[in-house]
């Protein structure tokens, strides 16, 4: 009998520690289950058979993409310490030059669009560092490793499906669909769905390629900036001084005032003198709290917002921009 207990309590031992395995790493059946499934799918969607077989062929979850979905860093930088650490002299010294460098095909580009060359410049610095890095992961890897597992699987799905589709369409092989390990691809790191939304074919050759075509590049990201209200002719706000006695509830970008109004209750420019008399509206933001400093962004700005939901990625952005287009404008007064 006791022997039989021992037998019995060495069986439940195993029987746990095959259970504690982690589902990515339990063998290929589960997983290849799940993408049975998902073909299905896909080709009720209307992807080809032959793009499948080609994408979806040895296709196995990466454990090393897990690892970074479970141990991303707490972002917990200050506002002025994220802005030193983002908005860097090289940065500007390189993105003024490639102002200037490609200043015919951004001008161009603002005429279609709206949208003004240091915007798309600045974003282009902090999403690749001008496209110098793109990622190395390949996005079909990585939208399928987070598809199957259980944490944002729908989302994922979905995006994985978008991947599948971009490629069926022959925008970009298999191959070089390179990203970050959660998808983010190109130049411009977009989500496949945000490609297939709002990618253009710049330079008309059949294909929307935010991998190596500068137009593609800065149509697509101009076309993403409008479709999201971006106001040609405008900039996107400006740091402000706020009177000592003020109502904290008109903060937030869900409050939208003029510049009269924003004046009437004493909001300054933060060298103290009058707002600009334009007949435009603004919201009142506080991205480190009362004790950081205050901004009154506009439409443009809340339009960036939408690339990337930080008020820290977003006022890095214009300020890049800013200190950028005036750098360009020292080298132009230089060589002239």
Request: net charge positive; hydrophobic share 40%; aromatic share 12%.
């Amino acid at each position: 009998m006791r022997r039989n207990f021992r037998f019995f309590r060495l069986t439940v031992y195993i029987l746990i520690a095959f259970l504690s395995v982690p589902q990515v790493c339990t063998g290929n059946v589960e997983f290849d289950t799940w993408l049975t499934g998902l073909r299905a799918e896909a080709i009720a969607g209307g992807i080809s058979s032959e793009t499948l077989d080609i994408a979806l062929k040895d296709l196995k979850p990466v454990p090393r993409i897990i690892e970074l979905d479970r141990n991303q860093p707490e972002f917990k930088r200050s506002f002025w310490s994220y802005q030193k650490l983002v908005v860097t002299e090289s940065r500007i010294k390189r993105g003024a030059e490639m102002l200037i460098t490609h200043r015919d095909l951004l001008e161009r580009i603002k005429d279609r669009y709206g949208v003004q060359p240091r915007f798309l410049v600045a974003i282009w610095g902090l999403e690749t560092n001008f496209g110098s890095y793109k990622g190395k992961f390949s996005v079909i890897r990585a939208t399928a490793t987070l598809a199957h597992d259980a944490r944002r699987s729908k989302f994922f799905r979905s995006e994985l499906l978008h991947s599948l589709r971009i490629i069926d369409e022959g925008h970009i092989s298999l191959e070089n669909m390179l990203g970050s390990w959660a998808g983010a691809m190109g130049q411009l790191q977009f989500m496949p769905s945000t490609f297939t939304q709002l990618a253009v074919d710049e330079d008309n050759d059949g294909r929307k390629d935010i991998w190596q075509s500068l137009p593609d590049v800065f149509g697509s990201a101009s076309n993403f900036l409008s479709s999201y209200g971006w106001m040609p002719g405008y900039t996107w706000g400006r740091q402000v001084k706020l009177p000592q006695v003020f109502d904290n509830d008109l903060i937030g970008t869900g409050t939208n005032r003029t510049l009269a109004e924003w004046q009437e209750t004493g909001v300054r420019r933060y060298n103290g003198k009058d707002l600009p008399d334009a007949d435009i509206s603004a919201s009142l933001i506080q991205p480190s709290g009362s004790n950081g400093p205050s901004f009154l962004v506009y439409k443009n700005y809340k339009a960036i917002l939408r690339w990337n939901r930080s008020h820290l990625y977003a006022l890095a952005v214009c300020r890049l921009a800013d200190r950028i287009a005036y750098r360009a404008s020292l080298k132009d007064m230089v060589q002239k």
